[in-house]
Structure formats: structure tokens, C-alpha cells
């Protein structure tokens, strides 16, 4: 597994368990759009976000199996660049 696709697999499951055991959590880091001005660091953090296990489950499955294919061709720099501006471009 490459670097970065491990950092990313551990950030999304402990985000997901903090997001299971802390109420209040979600709401505060998950992006809706109206609120872009007050709270703008969710354009980024709604990016860990899961809606339940399944949707943790297979987004981490597609992770594991594609992530280090476009990280060897990429690069790691680019890899966590297309992450990134994947996930903002999706928030937009």
C-alpha cells in the first residue's frame, strides 16, 4: 500500500469513529452550502465524512483497490493534489 492511500484509509475510519461516538460532530464538519461563509473548512472536512458503514465500507474498499494504482502513476504529491481538488470540485 502507498503512503498516502494508507494516511488517507486511517484518516477517513478514525474520522468515522469519532463521527459515531461524538454527537454534534457531523453537523459541525459536514458542508452545506448556504453556510460556505461561516463555516468555510467544511468545502474540506465533509471529505471524511461517511453517511454509515456501508458508505465507509465501500469508499475505502474503492480506496484500497484504485488508490495505489493512481498514486504509483501519479506521485504522491499529485495523488493527495487530485484528492483534494476532487473533493473540493465535488463541494462546489
Not at 474498499?61 to 465535488?90: D, H, T
Amino acid at each position: 500500500m502507498t503512503p498516502w492511500v494508507r494516511r488517507l484509509l486511517v484518516a477517513n475510519i478514525i474520522v468515522f469513529f469519532v463521527q459515531s461516538t461524538i454527537s454534534g460532530f457531523t453537523e459541525t464538519f459536514m458542508f452545506v452550502p448556504r453556510y460556505i461563509l461561516f463555516r468555510p473548512w467544511t468545502i474540506v472536512t465533509y471529505m471524511f465524512l461517511h453517511a454509515g458503514f456501508t458508505h465507509i465500507l465501500f469508499n475505502m474498499i474503492g480506496l484500497f483497490f484504485f488508490g495505489p494504482r493512481v498514486e504509483a502513476r501519479l506521485g504522491s504529491r499529485r495523488f493527495v493534489q487530485l484528492y483534494f481538488v476532487s473533493g473540493i470540485s465535488g463541494a462546489l
